[in-house]
């Protein structure tokens, strides 16, 4: 009897594999759940020989260094070189990783403005490169004063000025990033498009277990719990100070230090994606017209979607009053249409002169990302939307 094609044992072992995965997946308290990323992460550090390439920098890799994540397996874009060009100017000197093949074009580039380059395979998502980056350096006995880990799921710096890395070090914390998100406690976190760790977060052994327990794994999921969250939540438990440079707390704060008129003028500026927020923002703009209580409630509003973070984003739906009150100077990447009204509000407060332009690589990549995108119709009816969306 013939032995079926090669190709056909491999589909079907594979299809196998997936269907177990899939079942463990779909129930967590089964301590076999983990099984697969387990086999995969055992197979990637047997195999890093044949799974890293790696190209040696022109620029030198000191005590501070930048580890940037990039996914670009379309081609690298102008503003990643502008990222680059912004940390070396700003003190810091750069690892990339790659989890997408580069062509030798962008290789050539990446190491010419960088440290080291690393292609590896897509494993494990942000995380799993940064656990590959961390590793990398303590192989090589790379010696740390501060460290940061990073990747391409945002336009940063928006301007070569930013100043975000300085007054971020300025907080003296163990931990910091752009945005401290507030989830009732338990899963508070560092938004991890951007981690810096101080001295004494390199040197601690809770740090240092994090890294060396964390399991890659293929769910986005998994990857946002175990790592963005996971990594502060380790911090916090081990009394680790963990910051970021604008939050709740922080943005609250500015709003209701502010007057009444420019305080309504922010809530004119919240870039709202739902029909029941913008119903609600026309409710208060109308009792603020007739003299009624609207402060409090417009307030307690941000406090509470903000902490529960369903819909409504520092980086998105409050993104003009985190720019222009807290300084914030990131635009996130994201498809999500949160993240699509907020980067259209930025181009409208500009368009006005409300903000300063920013850079030309930066502005000609967002109009690119805003043009291929329609809001849905139910947002054509605001003139003020309406006219956001022909920029």
Do not use: C
């Not at 967590?28 to 983990?34: D, G, I, S």
């Not at 007054?167 to 003296?172: I, P």
Request: overall charge positive; cysteine-free; hydrophobic content about 45%.
């Amino acid at each position: 009897m013939a032995l079926p094609p090669a190709w056909k044992v491999k589909r079907e072992l594979r299809r196998v594999y997936e269907k177990a995965k899939g079942a463990l997946a779909l129930h967590p308290a089964n301590p076999l759940r983990q099984l697969p990323d387990r086999l995969r992460q055992s197979h990637h550090d047997r195999n890093l020989h044949r799974l890293l390439r790696e190209t040696p920098g022109a620029r030198p890799l000191t005590a501070r260094v930048a580890v940037f994540v990039l996914f670009q397996p379309k081609g690298i874009a102008g503003s990643t070189f502008l990222t680059l060009d912004h940390l070396t100017q700003e003190g810091w000197s750069t690892l990339v990783i790659s989890n997408a093949p580069l062509t030798e074009a962008d290789r050539t580039r990446l190491a010419a403005a960088s440290g080291h380059v690393i292609e590896r395979p897509n494993t494990g998502y942000d995380f799993g490169a940064y656990r590959e980056g961390w590793r990398w350096l303590h192989r090589h006995g790379h010696a740390l004063d501060r460290l940061i880990l990073m990747n391409d799921s945002t336009w940063f710096p928006l301007r070569m000025t930013d100043d975000s890395l300085r007054r971020m070090e300025a907080l003296n914390a163990d931990l910091a990033g752009h945005i401290y998100k507030h989830t009732s406690g338990y899963r508070d976190h560092i938004e991890s498009h951007l981690l810096m760790f101080g001295p004494r977060a390199l040197a601690h052994p809770a740090i240092q277990a994090f890294w060396a327990d964390y399991l890659m794994t293929d769910s986005r999921l998994n990857t946002i719990l175990s790592g963005e969250v996971g990594i502060a939540q380790a911090g916090l438990a081990a009394g680790l100070s963990v910051k970021g440079l604008i939050g709740r707390d922080i943005l609250i704060a500015h709003l209701a230090g502010l007057s009444d008129k420019a305080l309504l003028d922010s809530l004119r500026d919240l870039a709202l994606s739902t029909i029941a927020a913008r119903n609600q923002r026309d409710a208060w703009l109308a009792a603020a017209d007739l003299g009624q209580p609207w402060r409090d409630a417009f307030l307690s509003w941000t406090y509470d979607e903000l902490t529960t973070s369903r819909e409504h984003f520092v980086s998105a739906s409050f993104i003009l009053p985190a720019v222009q009150l807290g300084g914030m100077g990131f635009l996130k990447k994201s498809a999500d249409r949160r993240f699509h009204f907020g980067r259209l509000a930025m181009l409208q407060a500009i368009e006005k002169g409300h903000l300063p332009p920013m850079d030309a690589v930066v502005a000609a990549e967002v109009a690119a990302a805003t043009k291929i995108w329609k809001p849905p119709y139910d947002w054509q009816a605001n003139p003020t939307e309406t006219a956001i969306t022909s920029l």
